[in-house]
């Protein structure tokens, strides 16, 4: 659902354009681009990256964390 949401921002009638448009910038084509599917590659993946990421640190036995430290 998330991805799908930015075809609508990003489309030439989208939120993005529009708002360039009402400044004076035409309007670009965003869709089926390099940052388009940066945008939504990063979208889906972050999340689930952050999490697991935050869970893998939670379990770290401080013991090692304290033994790694320099003295």
Known sequence: MCTFSWFVIL?????????????????YTM???N?????????LTLPLVVILQTVTMANIDKNLIALAAPR
């Open 35 to 43: 940052f388009s599917t940066l945008v939504g590659y990063m979208t």
């Open 11 to 27: 489309s030439e009638s989208g939120v993005v354009n529009a708002r360039l448009g009402y400044i004076g910038l035409g309007p």
């Open 31 to 33: 869709l089926n681009t």
